[in-house]
């Protein structure tokens, strides 16, 4: 590896333009993983990146060489720490990014839902959850929860910002994910059963019987979901809080919606 001391290095300057501007990471279907972990869970999905980036400190580390390994013909950039630093998002970065092309088509083994098929998959929807840690975040747990299908409708953060990547953890390479999904239509031809998660009102989560394949919709973090997009939904679903509290974050009402789903089927 040659090392790059220099911001005027071109190829440092692409890979610090990339990591900065997110319009240009949509117009380019490019991102960023940030980490050792991250990487290791495109791998072990059959996704390659097209550039390395190593921090000069990093360069010897066990987890770093061993990943390098696995991907001896990738092209590897080796940072002054100062300048990957420019690059990583981390307050303190192991010193491993990876570019990825932000994969077109879902992951080994999951593809992607057809609304009109007889036996459905059960299927996360998010309405205009716009905050990329809640959505990083309800990704995660829909692949813990065992739910493999994720549609993002308009209005959502971007799924594969490295800002969401981060906070999924590798969940994403686990997951079918369709973004800017035209989530009426998709709530109207699917099969199973759909459940709007809202604050009041609905039927209490413990009251539902969860055996059908089921379609969650959760909405923005502070306008809930759409009032079209509740009336289209077959069941309404709310969690009991305790007296005086008034809801919960996003996330955090999806791993219990999910979580009880889950418990009901093992």
């Not at 309800?138 to 990547?165: D, E, H």
């Not at 199973?192 to 989560?205: D, K, N, P, R």
Request: glycine fraction near 6%.
């Amino acid at each position: 590896m040659k090392l790059i001391a220099s911001r005027d290095n071109p190829s440092f300057k692409d890979l610090r333009d990339l990591a900065r501007d997110a319009r240009r990471q949509k117009r380019e279907a490019l991102t960023l993983l940030d980490g050792p972990h991250l990487l290791a869970a495109a791998l072990d999905h059959d996704v390659l990146p097209d550039l390395l980036a190593v921090a000069e400190s990093a360069a010897a580390l066990p987890e770093v060489t061993a990943l390098l390994a696995r991907l001896p013909r990738v092209p590897v950039l080796c940072l002054r720490d100062a300048l990957f630093r420019e690059i990583s998002e981390l307050a303190a970065p192991v010193g491993l990014l990876a570019r990825i092309a932000v994969p077109s088509a879902p992951q080994k083994g999951f593809p992607l839902v057809s609304p009109s098929a007889s036996t459905p998959d059960d299927c996360l929807l998010l309405d205009a959850v716009q905050d990329a840690g809640n959505v990083g975040t309800l990704l995660r747990t829909a692949a813990a929860a065992g739910v493999r299908q994720v549609l993002l409708g308009p209005g959502c953060a971007g799924a594969w910002t490295p800002r969401v990547l981060r906070a999924a953890q590798g969940a994403h390479f686990a997951l079918a994910i369709r973004e800017q999904v035209d989530l009426a239509a998709f709530l109207r031809d699917y099969p199973g059963q759909t459940i709007a998660a809202v604050a009041h009102a609905g039927q209490s989560l413990y009251a539902l019987d969860f055996v059908r394949p089921t379609a969650w919709l959760f909405g923005n973090e502070g306008g809930g979901i759409a009032p079209e997009l509740v009336a289209a939904a077959t069941l309404h679903a709310t969690i009991p809080l305790a007296p005086g509290s008034e809801s919960l974050n996003v996330a955090a009402a999806a791993a219990v919606c999910l979580f009880e789903m889950r418990r009901q089927r093992v």
